[in-house]
């Protein structure tokens, strides 16, 4: 199937974590679902990307993100992060976040997508959760966009990005802007010396401005391309 269409993912059964264990699901009990949003290319894909988000909304800007992805050969996965409710709202990190990362990465393969052919994307805090997603799991490429938390956890539930950092599994972009308040360039720049401490690939751009934000550019600001195709370059080269 092609195009844009609703679906859901099975949770692993009790959604088993690196970290934080749990019972398994009784005998009998249906398993959990993640509602997703699909955004699929026309023939066979080249991989997948999961699109973390922060918002029960969907912007305009990063709708057209997600399709220009699929344009590109890829299939891209957005799940609910908020789909358990009450309880979710304001914070993306955790067991759940892998839990729910997981579902969609079992729902990639299981369309014949390699692991090392699956990305993750987020923005702001769902680009910590990109980032934190990449320190735990052996995926093939991670980008995160004025990802917040550097220095400080963001949540009791994440780890300071700074400590994280050589503990990443993955090829990692991170975009910032010298004028976002929640990512000074001081603590952008120990982000930067700490990722090239992983055994991985990272680059870190920094951007004056807010020009990194190609989810939702200032519309003053014609010339986001840069941060755009950073986006698009990254995937392209790690997602082989």
């Known amino acids: 199937m092609s195009g844009i269409y609703e679906d ?4 692993r059964g009790g959604g088993d974590t690196d970290r934080v ?7 009998g009990e249906p398993a959990a679902q993640v509602p997703i949003r699909v955004f699929e290319p026309e023939g066979n894909a080249r991989g997948g990307i999961v699109v973390l988000h922060e918002s029960r909304e969907f912007s305009v800007t990063l709708l057209d993100l997600m399709r220009a992805l699929a344009i590109e050969g890829w299939t891209v996965v957005a799940p ?3 789909h358990r409710g009450v309880a979710a709202v304001g914070g993306v990190f955790g067991a759940d976040l892998f839990d729910d990362f997981d579902a969609c990465f079992d729902w990639l393969t299981g369309r014949g997508v390699f692991p090392d052919c699956i990305g993750v994307l987020g923005f702001d805090s769902a680009g910590t959760a990109a980032f934190l997603v990449a320190t735990n799991r052996p995926i093939g490429a991670a980008v995160s966009v004025a990802a917040q938390g550097i220095v400080e956890p963001i949540t009791v539930q994440a780890d300071a990005l700074v400590r994280a950092a050589p503990d990443l599994k993955a090829p990692w972009l ?6 976002d308040p929640a990512t000074p360039p001081a603590d ?8 090239a401490r ?5 680059l870190v751009v920094s951007y004056p401005g807010l020009r990194h934000r190609a989810d939702h550019p200032d519309p003053a600001d014609a010339d986001l391309g840069d941060s755009h195709t950073r986006i698009f370059d990254w ?3 790690n997602l082989r």
């Open 174 to 179: 991170g975009l910032f802007g010298a004028d």
């Open 198 to 202: 992983a055994d991985v690939a990272s």
């Open 21 to 27: 264990p749990r019972a398994p699901a009784e005998a």
């Open 235 to 237: 995937f392209d080269s």
């Open 80 to 82: 609910n992060l908020f």
């Open 188 to 195: 952008v720049d120990r982000l930067r010396d700490a990722t």
């Open 8 to 11: 859901t993912a099975p949770l």
